[in-house]
Every structure is written in structure tokens, then in C-alpha cells.
């Protein structure tokens, strides 16, 4: 039964206690924000017992609930409450449609505890569920941060695979895309688009590019270690390396599928950190950092910086100071408790919506900035609630037709026959039919000991070694077991003369990662630490993906191009 939707005006009593105009235009001494197009946000409630703590921000706050209203701050700076009182225990992540007609939210009724996606006419009316409870063996599923990607089509995170996450005892998120019911139809089947072992949410749509920005959980707890398996999970028993687990930036189109890095600050790890990302106009991303890059089992203080496209110097534009590498105590505001910065959006104009706690006490209201950080104004801040995810209400571009990222081939699928070896524990059941199911991929490096140039974040390949040899492991969600977590042997292949490996059968759509040995087996080193993948990716069925190097920081060298297959 669909919760009734009576978009209305909020009473001029209740507007009244909200310290009106104070809260809303910024007077009593505080600069006007400027012109400002309609804003579409939540309002809600603080997280019980933890007053720094941020609704929907990271693994451990995203689906709790608080309560909380869904509002629209119109260009005059009047507030109208778009659901009916009750409707709603709780909303989040609003989205605004292509067309500015529809906003897209998250939602919890009292009728399901869990989140859902929904659909409103701004207009008013229309309110229309898109997802639904999954199959309920699996237990309970939260869909949240919708997205539109298209005018009938949403990108959604969702913890549909019943998933623990590697780091913690957490449920996984991953992508899927869902077709929008017309009125008095009923919404596809979602389809998931990504494959991440740790967790991938957050997706925004970049209209200019045709591309998908998103952040994913970047995170491995299978290091490199010279024993039988190759693998550790006791730091003590593996080789030194620096250890991965913190958000980061990516990027896929829907015609191609493959993950990429879209962003980063690559000298330091804060700088690579990206959630809640917001594409502006220049391809640029203003992006959310944290002085725990994981978030887990809390974010700390947060901030907003700016990624300039690919792999740029980050600029830091507002919220806590933390230090860009560990043990900088000087860098940062440790001891302190720092303001908070989350949830930017990019405006017409050049700057950047977001929410902004400067007082360092928790009550996030909307703020504007320019790009470079500067002009902070305040736009509004309701007593005693957090206000976020604020969404412009403007029309977008046209979509640009998806392109194919240099450096990737379709293919027809070759399948391999045989099975993969357990490599840390005996039951790992990766069958030829199961891997079938969901299709294989190509995997093809031209040159796992390319470089990149001396002083550059690529740089520090480990030196050509004769005899090498490349592992593919598979990782398994195994909640029942100690560690949660299953490696598994898929194949060792031999290093082409030239570096090369031209790998095809692996199986599509599953968490892997690669290492590369020597003829002994000992893991190869490089001037960073182990050749060995501290992350973790998945290929698309179908398609080959391209690479060259096998190191910290390959990912950011370009792929040559190479001839298609039938041509010379």
C-alpha cells in the first residue's frame, strides 16, 4: 500500500520557529547567498548517542535510521515539504531528474524498515515505489543514493548480495540500475553493475561525460607473503607493504562496465580519497575526505576537496584539517574536534553546494562556496536537525553517447576448462558451470614491468625478471567463517618474454586480484613494496580489459594502442 504524497506549504507557525528568515537568508549580520535556483534536501534528526556522527555517511551510518523530512528551499527562500506528514520515517540521497520534473530519494516507510527507492513529481503527486523488499531468504536489504543516469533509468547502491565486507562486519553495496515505472506500472528488475568484494555507493552522473562517478571500498586483506599460498592475513606473516583501505573515486560507463579510477591525488593517500563525489562543469570533482580514509568504525572529522580531472593535485576546500600522510601531526587538527564538510553538489554558476558544520558541533546546514573554497555562505540551518544532500533543481544536458575507454576490446568469450586450486582453505566450489553462468573475461597486460617516469606516482616497477610468473586469485564472501573471507588460486601463468600476459577464461563479474613471482615463487618487489594488487577488480563478461605495469600507481599510466583483432 503506497503512503499517501500531499506535497503542501509548511505552516506559516512552523516557519516561524525556525528562526525565520535568520535560518533561511542568512541576515543578523550573515551575508545573503546570492541567487540560488530551487534546492531539493533532507532534513533529519542527529544519530542517537553519537552527536558528530553523520546520517548516510559511510558503512556504518548509511542505512541507520534517524527521521527526518524531505524539502525544497524554493529561489525566494521559502521552505515546502514535499511528503505528508507520517508518510516517511526517514528520507535521504535526493535526486533530481534530467529534466528538473522528478526528484528520486530514499526512503523508509512505516511499513518497511528498510530503505527503499521512490519517486516524486515535484509537481506534485506521483509518488511511486521503484524497489522493493528482495528475496527474503537472503535477509534484510537497504537501496540507497539514487541516482538518475538517464530519463527513465536510476543507478542505485544496494546490499542485495548479502555480502560481508572484509574490514568489518558489514553488509556490501554494490551498483544496480533499475528502469523507472511509467504511472501505474511497476518498476523493472534491478540489474548490478558492479562486482566490488568491500563495497561501491554513492553514484552520481557525470551528463557531460556519459559516465557514471561513484566510491568504492578499496580495501584488501589477502597480502602478499612468500609461503605456499602466496597469501597472509596475519600482518606478522607478510611481506611489509602499505597497507590500502579508504574510498576512492571511480568511474564506468553502462555500454562498458569496467571500473576505472577517475580522480585522485596519487602523492598521498588522503588525496586519493573520494566519497560523495560531484562532478562539476570542467570534468573536475569536488569529493569528500576524512581523517579515517576507511570510515570505519568511524569517519572523524570530514572535508570537501577539489580533484582536478584525472590525477591532479588536490585542493582542500573546506571542513577538517588531515594531514596528508600519516604521522604529519603538524598537518592536521588531531586532539581537536574539527568542523564537518559532506554532501557537495555542484550549481550552475560555478560553486558548490553542501552541508557545513563550522562550530565543530555537529548541526550540519547548507552552504555555498566558490570553487576554489572561497565566498563560504551560509543558505540555511533548521534547529536542531542536519540538513544534507542537497540536490539544485535545474535541468541537465542532453546525455553524451557512451564511448568505449581507450585501452579495452570486445571479444567472444573462450572459456577454460579446469578448476581453480584453493589457496588458503580447501572449500572454495568456483566451478567451470558457475563461472559459465556469469561469463569470463580477457585479461591482458602488455607489459607487467612497464614504468612509469621517474618522480611520478607511477613510478617504482620491479626490475624485468626471466621466469616470472602472474597469479589471478578470486575472492569468496564466506560470512561463517573465521576470517569472512575465502582466497582462491584461479591460475598462475607464465610472464611473455616481452612482459606480456594475454590471459582469457576468467571468470566475469568476481572480486580478483593479480600477483607477480618469480620462478621460485617469491612475490617480485618494486620501489614501493610488493608487485602485488592491494585492491580489488572484476572484469565484464565479454571483454578484455587492457593494462600495463603490475605495481603501485600502473593504473594511472596510459595503455598503448594496439590493433584490433582482424586488422594488421
Not at 284 to 312: C, D, K, Q, W
Not at 540 to 550: D, E, F, M, Q, S
Amino acid at each position: 500500500m503506497r503512503p499517501p504524497a500531499a506535497p503542501h506549504r509548511i505552516p506559516a507557525r512552523v516557519i516561524a520557529s525556525l528562526f525565520l528568515a535568520l535560518a533561511l537568508t542568512g541576515t543578523g549580520g550573515v551575508p545573503a547567498p546570492g541567487r540560488l535556483p530551487a534546492i531539493v534536501f533532507v532534513s533529519r534528526q542527529p544519530v542517537p548517542g553519537e552527536p558528530r556522527a553523520i546520517p548516510g555517511l559511510g558503512p556504518h551510518t548509511r542505512a541507520v535510521v534517524t527521521g527526518g523530512r524531505l524539502l525544497e528551499r524554493e529561489p525566494d527562500g521559502r521552505l515546502r515539504e514535499l511528503l505528508a506528514p507520517g508518510a516517511f520515517v526517514d528520507v535521504s540521497d535526493p535526486s533530481v531528474s534530467r529534466d528538473a520534473r522528478r526528484v528520486a530519494f530514499a526512503g523508509v516507510t512505516p511499513t518497511d524498515r528498510a530503505w527503499r527507492i521512490w519517486v516524486l513529481d515535484l509537481a506534485g503527486g506521483g509518488l511511486a515505489p521503484v524497489t522493493r523488499a528482495a528475496d527474503p531468504a537472503r535477509g534484510r536489504c537497504d537501496d540507497l543514493d539514487p541516482c538518475w543516469i538517464g530519463d527513465s533509468t536510476l543507478c542505485f547502491a544496494s546490499t542485495r548480495d548479502a555480502w560481508r565486507a572484509q574490514y568489518a562486519d558489514l553488509p556490501v553495496t554494490n551498483l544496480f540500475v533499475v528502469t523507472v515505472p511509467a504511472s501505474g506500472s511497476e518498476a523493472g528488475e534491478p540489474r548490478q553493475i558492479t562486482a566490488e568484494r568491500n563495497g561501491a555507493e554513492e553514484p552520481a552522473m557525470d551528463w557531460h561525460r556519459g559516465r557514471i562517478v561513484f566510491s568504492r571500498w578499496w580495501f584488501n586483506a589477502h597480502r602478499p607473503a612468500n609461503t605456499a599460498s602466496g597469501l597472509a592475513q596475519d600482518a606478522r606473516e607478510a611481506i611489509p607493504a602499505d597497507s590500502v583501505n579508504l574510498w576512492q573515486t571511480m568511474e564506468l560507463t553502462l555500454s562498458l562496465g569496467r571500473e576505472r579510477l577517475a580522480a585522485g591525488d596519487l602523492r598521498t593517500r588522503r588525496g586519493e580519497m573520494g566519497y560523495q563525489p560531484a562532478v562539476l562543469a570542467d570534468g573536475s570533482i569536488a569529493a569528500v575526505y576524512a581523517a579515517n580514509l576507511g570510515m570505519s568504525p568511524e569517519a572523524g572529522g570530514t572535508g570537501i576537496h577539489l580533484l582536478p580531472p584525472r590525477f591532479g593535485r588536490a585542493t582542500r576546500l573546506a571542513g577538517a584539517i588531515v594531514a596528508g600522510r600519516a604521522g604529519d601531526v603538524y598537518g592536521s587538527a588531531g586532539g581537536l574536534a574539527p568542523p564537518s564538510a559532506c554532501s557537495p553538489a555542484a550549481l550552475p554558476d560555478g560553486r558548490v553546494l553542501f552541508s557545513y558544520s563550522p562550530g565543530a558541533r555537529g548541526d550540519l546546514g547548507l552552504f555555498v562556496m566558490r570553487r576554489d573554497g572561497s565566498g563560504l555562505t551560509r543558505v540555511l540551518d533548521l534547529p536542531g536537525t542536519l540538513e544534507l544532500d542537497a540536490a539544485p533543481v535545474v535541468r541537465q544536458p542532453e546525455p553524451r553517447p557512451e564511448t568505449m575507454p581507450r585501452g579495452d576490446e570486445l571479444e567472444v568469450p573462450t572459456p577454460r576448462s579446469g578448476r581453480p586450486t584453493p589457496a588458503t582453505t580447501p572449500a572454495a566450489p568456483v566451478t567451470e558451470a558457475a563461472r559459465e553462468a556469469r561469463g569470463t573475461f580477457r585479461f591482458h597486460d602488455l607489459d607487467v614491468f612497464a614504468d612509469g617516469p621517474p618522480g611520478s606516482p607511477a613510478h617504482g616497477a620491479p626490475p624485468r625478471t626471466a621466469g616470472a610468473r602472474l597469479r589471478f586469485f578470486a575472492t569468496l564472501a564466506r560470512p561463517a567463517s573465521v576470517t569472512g573471507d575465502t582466497a582462491v588460486l584461479l591460475r598462475e601463468v607464465p610472464v611473455g618474454p616481452a612482459g606480456e600476459v594475454n590471459e582469457g577464461g576468467l571468470p566475469a563479474a568476481a572480486p580478483l586480484f593479480e600477483q607477480l613471482v618469480d620462478a621460485r615463487g617469491r612475490v617480485l618487489m618494486g620501489a614501493h613494496g610488493p608487485a602485488h594488487v592491494a585492491g580489488l577488480n572484476a572484469g565484464v563478461a565479454g571483454l578484455t580489459t587492457r593494462c600495463v605495469g603490475c605495481h603501485l600507481g600502473h593504473s594511472t599510466l596510459p595503455v598503448p594502442e594496439t590493433p584490433r583483432a582482424g586488422r594488421p
